[in-house]
Each structure stands twice: as C-alpha cells, then as structure tokens.
C-alpha cells in the first residue's frame, strides 16, 4: 500500500488522506454493533464499535483477508460527541481489533441507522495483495 500524502499537506491524525493499492478487492456492508446471533449486548458506543470492528474482521477473515489489507473505512454514527468524547477508547478498540494503519477513512453523523438500537455503522474496502506484490 502507497498512501497518498500531497507535498506540504499537513499528516492526518489516525488515517490517510488516499491510499494506492494493487490486489483482490473486498467490500464488507456497513457492520453494526451487534453479534453473530443479530443480537445487541450493548447500547453503548464503544461497545458497539468493538462488536462492529469484530464483525468485519470475520467477514475479512472469510476472504481471506486481514485487518491490515482494509484501505477505506466509513463510519456511521448517530452522535458525533459522543463519539468524539470516547475517542480515546474508541481508539483503544480500534488497535487492539484493527490494529494501527493508514486506511483512508470518512465519518459522518447521521440522524439514525435502520436498527434502531445502532449507535455506529462501519462498512470497509479491502485490497488483499497480488502474490507478487508480497
């Protein structure tokens, strides 16, 4: 992966401005803060989001991808303070499940999600490496 930095552009915090790949592409739907079973066991966000991030690393996981092949992410949520008063937390999440990248990432608030309970939605891009390119 090339990540995309245009001379005298200031370094995003926590993503990439773009992100240059060659290989299989995977595209994850927007994943939710609930289990396997459809089922939420929590109605707070940083719980959600770990659930969420858990669901694409098993639907990366059936493609034979990893966390670190993800080069955009959008994020979904219904509260943005109160995402970005649990930034740090949501951050502890993000590299214990995720790890630490550079993907190209977008959040916006929205007014709510299909599943009324949802308080984040992530849906993920994936480029798995030609075998050359390893």
Known sequence: MKILQPAGWARPRGYSNGVLVEGRQVYVAGMIGWDADCRF?????????????????????EAGAKPEHIVRMTWYLTDKREYLAAGREIGAAFREIIGSFNAA??????????????????????VIPNTSSN
């Open 41 to 61: 066991q929590t109605d707070e966000l940083v719980g959600q989001v770990r659930q969420a991030l858990q669901n694409i690393v098993a639907v990366l996981t």
């Open 105 to 126: 990432m977008t959040a916006v608030q929205v007014s709510a999600l299909i599943e009324d309970r949802a308080k984040v939605e992530i849906e993920v891009t994936a």
